[in-house]
């Protein structure tokens, strides 16, 4: 089985398995204990907080830990929209793209009198600093904007849009499950105010996660009951997992230039062989994009069809569109870039890491042509375009 669908969750590393397993076989006690053998556990949470703290250039005090990316995600934007609504700031600045967790929590406080505003997202998948500086108003009092994009990969000018904000004085979040592990992060040389990651998007385990939150920026909790992570978050930490996140980071940190390095070089080999292939095109910026990230769109097939051909073919990856409510929508990310409902459909995301060979480079671009071609030659609506009845769409 060749594994490309590293965006939507990784293996767990050796490393973070033994640092799991290690706290569960021998320092499981409640960090909240008063008796030595708990407060082993809380030591080992406190150091935990710190390794995770200095991968992203922040202090120890600075980082709550959560159940994932979404928890964080809803925490950090609810408590910016309590903190602007007591000053009566009730703007909200985000962009299309974001992930489901960031949209409907908007959706939320918009159904609660918050405005709204979803930059428009050029079709190279990046927004400008620009754009965001010209959307800021009197009552702005949030701006939430993704690092890397999960679907297409595309990186944000957070630096610089960290900047207009910090010079505005408006709380800056970024959704950062991305890249966390996988592009230099520093909350301080960023202008970030406050950060979400999820441990199993750098092979850690899953259900855990970091809010790291400036100080001085008040922060309210999503959920009540005991005095854990300074009151903001209540419920037993899960120590063994938090080990094992603060683990798989502080490897992904340590060897990120020699990883990105080798990633990138298969990544550029999977977008030259896929571009081969007639009528299809890169979704988002070619350079501006995650090192593993590789997004396309082929004309005239349907993207679920082509995941289960490849899957049959023993590879793992994953398309943009997904399945609600019955009706088959394309991906907002792929009509937020300006993708027309009928090339979004024809979507593949490949997401690689290190385990992945150059063989299996070449096996994946081999394959895809294969069931690409298989697949417009009993379409209907790919004849049309062949004889000329219907145009085409891409080049
Ligand atoms: C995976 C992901 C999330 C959700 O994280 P969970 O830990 O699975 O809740 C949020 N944002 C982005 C960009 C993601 O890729």
Known sequence: ?????????????????????K?????????????????????????????????????????????????????????????????????????????????????????EGFEIELLDVHENGIISAEQVQNAIRKDTCLVTIMFANNEIGTIQPIEEIGKICRERKIIFHTDAVQAAGHLPINVQEQNIDMLSISAHKFHGPKGTGVLFVRKGIPLSSLIEGGAQEKGKRAGTENVPAILGMAAALEDACKNLSASTEKISALKEKLIEGLSKISHSSLNGDRKNRLPGNVSFCFEGIEGESLLLLLDDKGICASSGSACTSGSLD??????????PHEVAHGS????????????????????????????????PLWKDKISGKKEFILP
């Open 1 to 21: 089985m060749i594994y490309a669908d590293n965006a939507a969750t990784t293996k767990p590393s050796k490393i973070a398995v033994q640092a799991m397993l």
């Open 348 to 379: 593949l995301r490949l997401s690689i890491d290190e385990d992945i060979s150059e063989q299996d480079v070449e096996y994946i671009i081999k394959s895809v042509g294969e069931v690409v071609d298989y697949l417009r030659n009993i379409s």
């Open 23 to 111: 706290c569960m076989e021998n320092s499981w006690g409640n960090p909240s204990s008063l008796y030595a053998f708990g407060q082993e556990a809380a030591e080992e949470l406190n150091s935990a907080r710190k390794i995770i703290a200095e991968c992203i250039g922040a202090k120890a005090e600075e980082i709550y830990f959560t159940s994932g990316g979404s928890e964080s995600d809803n925490q950090a934007i609810l408590s910016a929209a309590k903190v602007g609504a007591r000053k009566g700031k009730r703007h909200i600045i985000s962009t299309a793209f974001e992930h489901h967790a960031v949209l409907h929590t908007l959706n939320k406080l918009e159904r």
């Open 330 to 339: 394309p991906s907002h990310v792929l009509l937020a870039i300006g993708r």
